[in-house]
């Protein structure tokens, strides 16, 4: 039987070193801040907006959550961004994915100053972690992934990664990162083009799944031994469930769990990641933004 792999007691470790590094910060006059903005009433959005907020103020982290409406115009949205932008109680500022149709999210995210891009979104963000430049920002989520890789001892330098899904939110900056110098993973992505998939992921040291399809891969894709990183959240029908649905990983976890060496249930183990690396990335731009030349320090 695969070791669970814990997001959420990994998550309450990263949360203990970040509360030393706000008490440092603070100390020094400055308290991180993040403002997360929710065009519209997605009530998945909502939950995630809800969660992040919520944990901004634990931390002690100065919390801005703007709720706009539906009918938000580009426009408005550009104003608000802006605003934000100019803000020196704002050290991060996440746009909630995704926004209603009247909305060119890319536009948006071009518009956020990439110094306070906690998302990692911006091109500018991109281009750094492709340079391997660390004062950018990288995804919450393929940056939780590789922390949870690391605190589980998974020998990752030469290790053949498969990544499964290729979008800027995941799979790319995934890929990208697991290939980096000092990290050094042999890295395959594979995307719904691909040939072949149970075959190359049975070469696979370690399985990274992120393509939003439940219980894709399955006991036949995995070796014995590997370790597998389920990102997957999918809403899967559940009478038994008082919701009407279960959430679900890109893995099957009850067959995979048995092969596997190591493996992280859905929920409760990318997703609590997420979070913490986005309190990581707010603390970090702080972090920049307090101590690089000539900046005053706030408050
Ligand atoms: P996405 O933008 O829809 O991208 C999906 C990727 O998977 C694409 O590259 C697509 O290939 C590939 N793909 C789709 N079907 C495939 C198939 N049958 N075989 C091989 N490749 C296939 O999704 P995403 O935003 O990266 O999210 C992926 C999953 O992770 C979703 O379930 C999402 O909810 C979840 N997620 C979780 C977290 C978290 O915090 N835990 C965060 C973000 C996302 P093409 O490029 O060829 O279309």
New binding site residues.
């Given amino acids: 039987m695969a070791k669970l792999i814990d997001g959420r007691a990994i998550a309450e470790r990263v949360y203990a070193e970040l509360r030393d590094e706000i008490a440092s910060l603070k100390s020094r006059g400055a308290t991180p801040g993040l403002a997360v903005v929710l065009v519209g009433d997605d009530p998945a959005s909502r939950a995630y907006v809800r969660a992040k907020d919520k944990m901004c103020r634990e931390l002690g982290l100065h919390s801005v959550k703007l709720e706009l409406p539906a009918t938000t115009t580009q426009e408005e949205l550009l104003a608000r961004v802006n605003a934000l932008n100019r803000d020196e109680k704002i050290d991060g500022i996440l746009v909630q994915s995704p926004p209603p149709p009247q909305i060119d999210e890319a536009a948006i995210v071009r518009a956020l100053d990439p110094r306070k891009d906690v998302d990692g979104f911006h091109p500018l963000n991109v281009a750094k972690l492709t340079l391997d430049d660390d004062s950018g920002f990288v995804p919450?989520?393929p940056l939780?992934c590789l922390r949870l890789l690391r605190e589980t001892g998974t020998v990752l330098s030469a290790a053949n990664v498969v990544v499964?899904?290729?979008?800027?939110?995941?799979?790319k900056p995934m890929a990208l990162l697991l290939m980096r110098k000092g990290i050094d993973a042999t890295v395959t992505v594979?995307?719904?083009?691909?040939r072949n998939?149970p075959e190359i992921c049975r070469r696979a040291d370690v399985i990274v799944?992120?393509?939003?399809?439940p219980h894709?891969v399955r006991t036949e894709f995995v070796r014995e031994g590997a370790t597998v990183i389920d990102?997957?959240?999918?809403r899967m029908e559940d009478a038994g469930n008082e919701r009407g649905y279960k959430l679900v990983?890109?893995v099957d976890f009850d067959g995979v769990s048995k092969v596997a060496g190591a493996i992280t249930p859905?929920p409760g183990?990318?997703?609590p990641?997420?979070?913490a690396m986005l309190m990581s990335n707010t603390i970090k731009a702080c972090r920049q933004n307090s101590t690089s030349p000539g900046t005053v320090l706030k408050n």
């Fill in positions: 919450c989520t939780g499964l899904g290729r979008s800027m939110i995941v799979g594979i995307h719904s083009r691909t998939i799944a992120a393509i939003g399809r894709f990102v997957g959240i999918n990983g890109d859905v183990g990318v997703g990641m997420t979070i």
